[in-house]
């Protein structure tokens, strides 16, 4: 009995964690068990919604410190050199916001992103700095640009029938 306590529940710890609606934290948007549901939006969808659509290369990266979070950083603030617009105003470069919790989407600094861009309705403030208030939705399709070859293709159909 002590080796099945040893080794079976440490594995249903496990499994209990990995199968909970906690697993999929920022995407969850009703219910509980089997009758959840998470939110991943199609291409489309996210398109239709996005007020932008681009692909964009993160050029740098901002840690906002905050004293009171554990990893000593509320926010990232990207700035993202804009290489391709699909939908909306063109510019050369846009910073993103993304705050250091599980909704947040990681970027990399030098890679290339195709990037479904939302618009926060409230502004956020660090001290006395004004927050950007565009951020993209992990729980959505924007992806590294190697591999959103598919995205990519139905977002090129889609800005052509705007």
Not at 43 to 52: D, I, L, P, Q
Request: glycine content about 6%; aromatic content about 10%.
């Amino acid at each position: 009995m002590n080796q099945f306590i040893r080794f079976a529940l440490p594995g249903l710890a496990l499994a209990m964690v990995t199968a909970s609606p906690a697993s999929y934290a920022t995407c969850w948007e009703s219910g509980e068990g089997p009758t959840a549901v998470y939110r991943h939006p199609t291409v489309a969808g996210e398109f239709k919604e996005a007020t932008s659509v681009i692909t964009g290369r993160v050029t740098a990266e901002r840690h906002i410190s905050e004293p009171d979070d554990p990893e000593g950083y509320a926010w990232t603030i990207y700035t993202v050199q804009v290489l391709e617009t699909f939908k909306g105003t063109p510019l050369r470069a846009i910073q993103l916001l993304s705050e250091n919790t599980s909704a947040r989407f990681w970027m990399d600094t030098g890679n290339t992103y195709l990037l479904f861009v939302s618009h926060a309705s409230a502004v956020e403030m660090a001290g006395q700095e004004r927050l950007p208030m565009d951020y993209i939705d992990n729980c959505g399709n924007s992806a590294v640009a190697r591999d959103a070859a598919n995205s990519l293709k139905t977002v090129r159909g889609l800005s052509k029938v705007r």
